[in-house]
Structures are given as structure tokens and as C-alpha cells.
């Protein structure tokens, strides 16, 4: 049997531990994402919301701009991003179309069906 | 005793819950979908399984990585619908088998050395209630079959080996049969197929090794459990390692494959595939 995780795959995030300890308290805001109360929050007031959870100055500035691929790239997982996805009202084919530098209509022309969703 | 009836391979994809709630099954590009099921309802209501044990993988809504287990599965009369970010479907609660529950927990640990987390409480996400949803219509109160979830991690690397999901399922298998009670069973395996959400390799899909893991998963599964998540992220992008928990249901089932289908019209790749057992 191979190595399970033998190295890099191009353009792709593999969501270690390594990954997940640097991107742990990005992963608990999200989490927190999961009860209405907490979105109502977010959506009311980000920057309290965001300063509740020991996020450091770069990891806030993620949040910000919205930087779906900075957010990946920090050790948020997929699953949680969408969470922000969803209060920020970026959906994953929009957070999808950004990480690959395209606008929605450029990236929905490269679907099969693009109704589908 | 215990029975396993059938097995199921299946996708999770999230927004075909919203499709559900809102009616729009029957719209052009979700109608070749649901078409597919069609007939692996009718061979349901045939089957008529008392217990549906669902391996699906939580992607955030009620396990965080400040604990993340391995395998973990439900002993509980009933689970609560998960809020995973988006708001709590309109479903009926899901109605365990907590005897059934406790008796996978003892004979899996005891005879079969896999070491579970025992949770009590799981509420289920899309993950679960997806598959749930294409297999087993529910009523205003109530689904058709009792269910059980096992959750895996396929999510924070190192995951269980596809090998690993494989034996499992078989001495899922061999649980449910020396179970005391005539209890019909079906195995679902869900997730998959290829698909990846992060990064410029975001939509990657792979409609060759789909088909081909769907092949093997019939032919040999033994031989496919040899996959490792290496060859599956890069053939069929990183999400898709969700796959190893087809294998869980094959360990579940011999027998005969009944249906198949194969539908990818925005970023993943929707596989279907049954077995009689």
C-alpha cells in the first residue's frame, strides 16, 4: 500500500493537522456560525463579533476582504468557510469562482448544467 | 436475526436539500436526479428495511476539530436535525434503533476491535439527511425507517484508510447478523464521487475514475481498498476522498448489484450505485 498523503497536489489544499492547528481559531468562529443567534451577531456587528474569538490582525483582515483562498490558506476548512459563505452571502459556486480568479458568469460557463443549484 | 437487505453508494451533495424543501424536484437540471431514484424506492418498499445505517462524514454542524473523532457512531433514540450554518431543514426527527445501536457498539468493539466514539447525541446535517431524503421520502412527522449514523472522519487528514472502511462495513455485516432481533438492515455508504471546493483546482471533476471506482467498487472491492487517499485527491480532487465510505457499505453486502447511475451537472460528480444483499 502507498503513502496515504505522498506530497502536493497542485492547486489543492489537503486539510492536515498541521493545517487545521494553525486554522483553529478561524474554525471555532465558524463553528460558532452553526446557532441563528451568532449569525444575527455577525451580520448586526462583525468586528465584535470576529474580535470574540482571538483572531490575529491577518486572520481578521481574511474576513474583511473576504479572501475565500487566504481563508483555505490559513487552515480554514472548506466545510467551516462555507458557514461564513452563507452570512457574508457568497455562495459556494461564488466563493468557488473566486478562488479560481473568475468572475460567477466565467466559472458557471464551465459547467455542464449550470441550473443545477 | 439480523439481516443486511441491501447496500447503497451514494452522494451527499448539500444543495439538494434545499431542492427537496422547495418542491423542485422536477425542474430540468435536478429531474435526471431524482429520476434515478425512482425505481430504488420501489425496490425499498420491496425490501421493506426496518434500520437504515447511514456512514456519512459531519462537515462542521456538530463535530468541531477541538475533538474530532475517527468513527463515531449514534446510540440514541432518536437525533436531532443540525443547523450547519444555513438554518434547520423543515424534517422530522430521526428515529433511532438504540438496541440495535447498542449491540453494533458491543460486538464491534469487543469481537471486531474497532474502537468507536459512542455518542449520544448527534444532531445530522446534509451529510446524512441528503442521502436520507433521495432513499426514504418522509411524511409531515415521521421517515419511513429507523436510522443510525456512523460518522467518519474524511475531513482532517489522517483519515481511516479505505482498507480500514472497508473491514469495518464487514464486521458491520457480521454485527447485524448475530443480532437477537429479525431486523432488516441497509448500509449506506455516502459522499463523493469526484469533486474538489477550495483552491484554482475548485469544480474538478473526474467522470473516468467516477465510473471506474464504481466498476472495481462491483467487481473487486477487496482490490479497491488498496486505493489510497493520495490517488483519489489527485485523480478526483480532494473532496472526493469521501469515497472510502462507499467501501464501508460494500464490507456490508454481498450480493448482487441492482442499479446504477451517474449525473454531474456543476462540481460534483453524482454517483448512485445498489446491492441486494
Known amino acids: 500500500m502507498g503513502r496515504q498523503v505522498a506530497g502536493p497536489i497542485p492547486h489543492t489544499s489537503i486539510f492536515d493537522l498541521r493545517l487545521s492547528q494553525r486554522g483553529r481559531r478561524l474554525n471555532r468562529m465558524c463553528a460558532a456560525l452553526c446557532s441563528p443567534a451568532e449569525r444575527d ?11 470574540r474569538f482571538g483572531l490575529t490582525e491577518a486572520e481578521k483582515d481574511l474576513i474583511r476582504k473576504r479572501d475565500f483562498q487566504g481563508m483555505i490558506d490559513a487552515g480554514m476548512n472548506i466545510y467551516f468557510m462555507l458557514k461564513v459563505g452563507s452570512v457574508t452571502g457568497n455562495g459556494l459556486y461564488q466563493m468557488g469562482a473566486k478562488m479560481r480568479g473568475e468572475t460567477y458568469e466565467q466559472f458557471l460557463a464551465t459547467r455542464k448544467i449550470g441550473d443545477a443549484r | 436475526m439480523g439481516r443486511i437487505v441491501g447496500g447503497i453508494g ?5 444543495s439538494i436539500g434545499p431542492v427537496v424543501d422547495r418542491n423542485r424536484t422536477q425542474e430540468p437540471a435536478w429531474k435526471p436526479l431524482f429520476d434515478a431514484y425512482v425505481p430504488v424506492r420501489d425496490w425499498l418498499s420491496r425490501l421493506k428495511p426496518d434500520v437504515a445505517i447511514v456512514v456519512y462524514n459531519d462537515h462542521g454542524a456538530d463535530f468541531t476539530f477541538d475533538q474530532y473523532p475517527t468513527f463515531a457512531l ?169 469515497l472510502i465510505m462507499w467501501l464501508t457499505m460494500r464490507g456490508a453486502v454481498r450480493g448482487q448489484r441492482v442499479h446504477r447511475h451517474y449525473y454531474a451537472p456543476m462540481t460534483t460528480g453524482m454517483g448512485l450505485i445498489t446491492f441486494e444483499g
Open chain 2, 10 to 14: 451514494l452522494s451527499h451533495v448539500p
Open chain 2, 74 to 242: 449514534g446510540v440514541a433514540e432518536d437525533y436531532a436535525i443540525g443547523d450547519e450554518g444555513f438554518g434547520t431543514r423543515p424534517l422530522p426527527q430521526v428515529k433511532g434503533d438504540l438496541d440495535l445501536s447498542i449491540h453494533l457498539a458491543e460486538s464491534l468493539i469487543y469481537e471486531h476491535e474497532f474502537d468507536l466514539t459512542l455518542c449520544q447525541e448527534i444532531a445530522v446535517e446534509h451529510g446524512f439527511l441528503v442521502p436520507m431524503n433521495l432513499c426514504f421520502p418522509h411524511s409531515a412527522n415521521d421517515w419511513p425507517v429507523r436510522a443510525i449514523p456512523l460518522q467518519v472522519n474524511v475531513i482532517q487528514h489522517p483519515l481511516p484508510t479505505a482498507r480500514r472502511c472497508y473491514r469495518l462495513g464487514q464486521a458491520i455485516r457480521n454485527a447485524v447478523e448475530s443480532f437477537p432481533a429479525q431486523t432488516k438492515v441497509v448500509v449506506m455508504g455516502t459522499g463523493g464521487m469526484s469533486h474538489q471546493l477550495q483552491g484554482k483546482r475548485f469544480g474538478h471533476m473526474n467522470e473516468k475514475f467516477d465510473q471506474w471506482f464504481m466498476d472495481q467498487l462491483e467487481a473487486d472491492p477487496e482490490g479497491l481498498a488498496g486505493i489510497t487517499h493520495q490517488r483519489i485527491m489527485e485523480e478526483a480532487g480532494a473532496e472526493a476522498v469521501e
Open chain 1, 41 to 51: 451577531a455577525f451580520k448586526r456587528d462583525e468586528e465584535a463579533f470576529i474580535a
